[in-house]
């Protein structure tokens, strides 16, 4: 079958490689219909990943048809249409239990897919621990509307649910990419007083504003002083870093007022510093760290219920054999692209 390798540093490139197959009862086959690009993809890409094995093929965001099940899979069964979640997970470790998914203590734990073993840039992909990591896609919703759930909606999901957003509050989100815009699709549903944010991508910018037209936008160079003049008490109440840059992990602290929570979302690419002088007496909660996706079922019932809707965000299709030209378009944020579905 025909796949999207991480072949060393700087290179990916198609490889011909078997199906896979059952190696665990618990997994299933699963015959991928869409995949998708991440900015963590990038990541690998550019060596930012260090648990990444090379030779393994790419893509953690997919959606399917159940091929085939192991003998103790129960949840899903053959022809059965699923999201995938980008964690794998156990669901019987200390940290499963607690629902800590991206925390779990089994070898294939965690971020796994795409990453440590074979991920679903591919026409088939073996999920481990099928029972926790597929989801039913409901009858009335298309391969399109669930593509985002097993990733970037989940992380928006997980981040608004860690950010204890009230009807109260100005939240600002640093970064209005797809995992930026996915967390401002999952805040709406928390009714905030005020959501502002902070992109510097005039195209981006101009995506938040057709789309979401009660939300304010602005650039970093003016997030501070827009932030302080748009709320009530010397900052934002709750701050989502969701861009990755040393200057937006500063501007998300700097924005946020006395006891607010900053909640940490990006993935970045070298150590941060945290100015503890600087913020003294300030009493900040920071909360931080991977997704964690044991949310997916409730968020396709949300997409069900047509309360969120993820698919205006997919702005570009090819097939799977021509995705190192969506590669090229979106790492390099070409086209206005927001995300890119990969028919397989």
Not at 161 to 173: G, H, K, M
Request: net charge negative.
């Amino acid at each position: 079958m025909l796949t999207y390798t991480y072949k060393s540093k700087g290179v990916f490139n198609f490889q011909e490689k078997p199906k896979p197959e059952i190696l665990h009862e618990r997994d299933a086959i699963v015959k991928v219909t869409l995949a998708s690009v991440c900015s963590s993809d990038i990541h690998i890409k550019h060596g930012s990943v260090p648990r990444a094995v090379e030779g393994i093929t790419v893509g953690h965001e997919m959606v399917g048809i159940v091929e085939e099940t192991g003998s103790a899979v129960t949840h899903v069964k053959k022809g059965d249409r699923v999201t995938v979640n980008v964690e794998t997970f156990c669901g019987d470790c200390f940290f499963c239990k607690k629902g800590f998914v991206n925390n779990c203590t089994d070898k294939n734990g965690g971020w796994a897919l795409g990453c440590r073993i074979d991920g679903g840039q591919a026409e088939y992909v073996r999920v481990p621990f099928a029972d926790q990591g597929l989801n039913k896609i409901p009858d009335t919703v298309t391969d399109r509307q669930a593509l985002l759930v097993g990733d970037v909606l989940a992380t928006g999901f997980w981040a608004t649910r860690i950010s204890e957003i009230t009807e109260d509050d100005t939240v600002l989100i640093i970064g209005a990419g797809p995992t930026g815009i996915c967390t401002l699709l999952c805040i709406e549903l928390r009714n905030p007083k005020k959501i502002i944010v902070c992109e510097t991508d005039p195209n981006r910018i101009e995506f938040v504003n057709k789309n979401y037209p009660d939300v304010l936008t602005v650039t970093p160079d003016k997030c501070l002083d827009f932030v302080m003049s748009q709320s009530d008490n010397g900052g934002a109440d709750v701050v989502l870093e969701v861009a990755g840059a040393d200057s937006t992990f500063r501007l998300a602290y700097e924005c946020a007022r006395p006891n607010a929570i900053v909640t940490v979302v990006a993935l970045y690419d070298k150590p941060q510093t945290l100015p503890l002088p600087d913020m003294y007496g300030k009493n900040l909660t920071f909360k931080t760290g991977g997704v964690d996706g044991c949310d997916c079922d409730e968020v396709l019932k949300l997409i069900e219920a047509g309360k969120i809707n993820t698919e205006p965000l997919i702005t570009h299709t090819f097939p799977l054999n021509e995705i190192d030209k969506a590669y090229h378009i979106f790492e390099n944020k070409l086209d206005k692209v927001i995300k890119i579905a990969i028919e397989c």
